[in-house]
């Protein structure tokens, strides 16, 4: 379809970095706005306060949705994603969701919140996605490939999810908004996050679709694209962009805009050689994780799930049980809830980032 809208002077795999690049600016300030993150909603909840679930839980409903919709009228289908493939590799997707669980508890944010962060002024955040894209490059093409491969070998046959499922996060963002009351306005900007999701299936798998010059058909997702920009940074001259390097350039970009037109950027680095050693471990099983589990928070847990796709659905509750089993451990060994996140140091800086 692409060449039906006149675009002479780009190619297919140009035009969809510029549209990474947009999606994910849009991603980026409506993120850094609503502290987006699944670990921050898990946490909250578990000390009483489920707003930032229900913020989380209603950009899902939204992207699910947008996405069933999308599918409904005929512009996208999935029938050949990998979401889809006829075997379920179980034993990795398991494993991945809860090793990333883990991770993102001892970073104290997912991937998408410390981009975020990251382009906030938290320097902790920076290496920590440094490291968890160089560990999800092993994952996939390198040291860890062998060990990854025969993981994904144990499958079983994958279930078909029915379609009445698309209707369980919104029955879970109306039961969180009703019992924790979250603010309309955060909730709105929430919305919009979710309508990204169906904006990028359609935008990689149909309006910029040429089946002369493929891209990838996807949509918004961290641990792929950080491990492609990192490639991509180290060998541009031989490797060339993707809709994945567009998309974190421009979390990043737009994250930096909306901090510093708020005031919430500042500049934090490592307390100290233990808080380090924790974070660059999280940041490995984050990219160990991500990988075998087909996706981060938002590339598994929201544009997955947003296709009705069952290895998305077990990545998410994976993940989601990885984390609240970690965040119970971790909360009994420091003596504390540990609700904040990466970029929130045991100093009076705490109240201004979560």
Not at 97 to 114: D, E, K, Q
Request: contains cysteine; aromatic residues 8%; proline residues 4%.
């Amino acid at each position: 379809m692409f060449e039906t809208f006149g675009f002479e002077t780009l190619t297919p795999r140009t035009a969809s970095i510029l549209f990474g690049l947009g999606l994910g600016a849009a991603f980026g300030v409506l993120a850094e706005i609503t502290r987006f993150c699944l670990r921050r909603g898990l946490v909250a909840t578990g000390n009483g306060d489920g707003s930032a679930l229900a913020v989380w839980v209603t950009a899902l409903a939204v992207a699910v949705l947008g996405t069933q919709g999308a599918i409904w009228v005929g512009w996208i289908s999935f029938g050949d994603h990998r979401f889809f493939a006829p075997d379920l590799p179980f034993a990795a997707i398991i494993a991945g969701g809860v090793i990333f669980g883990i991770g993102m508890v001892l970073t104290r944010g997912c991937l998408s919140r410390l981009a975020v962060l990251g382009a906030s002024g938290n320097l902790r955040a920076l290496v920590v996605l440094g490291v968890a894209a160089l560990a999800a490059l092993a994952t996939l093409k390198g040291l860890l490939a062998p060990a990854r491969v025969a993981l994904e070998a144990i499958t079983v046959p994958a279930p078909a999810l029915p379609l009445w499922t698309a209707l369980l996060p919104l029955l879970l963002a109306g039961f969180l908004i009703v019992k924790t009351g979250a603010k309309p306005g955060t909730l709105m900007l929430a919305g919009l996050i979710g309508l990204l999701i169906p904006l990028g299936w359609v935008g990689t798998g149909l309006i910029l679709m040429d089946e002369f010059d493929p891209i990838t058909f996807e949509s918004i997702s961290f641990t792929a694209p950080l491990a492609d920009t990192m490639f991509w940074t180290a060998a541009a001259s031989a490797v060339g962009g993707n809709f994945g390097t567009g998309l974190i350039g421009g979390v990043v970009a737009g994250a930096l805009v909306s901090a510093l037109i708020a005031g919430r950027f500042k500049w934090q680095g490592f307390e100290g050689p233990a808080q380090m050693g924790r974070y660059l471990s999280g940041g490995a099983l984050m990219g160990i994780g991500g990988v075998l589990a087909g996706g981060c928070t938002v590339g598994a847990g929201i544009s997955g799930v947003s296709t009705l796709s069952a290895a998305a659905f077990l990545a998410l509750l994976s993940i989601s049980a990885g984390a609240w089993a970690a965040g119970r451990v971790d909360a009994r060994l420091t003596g504390q809830s540990n609700a904040g996140s990466v970029a929130r140091p045991s100093t009076q800086a705490q109240p201004q980032a979560a």
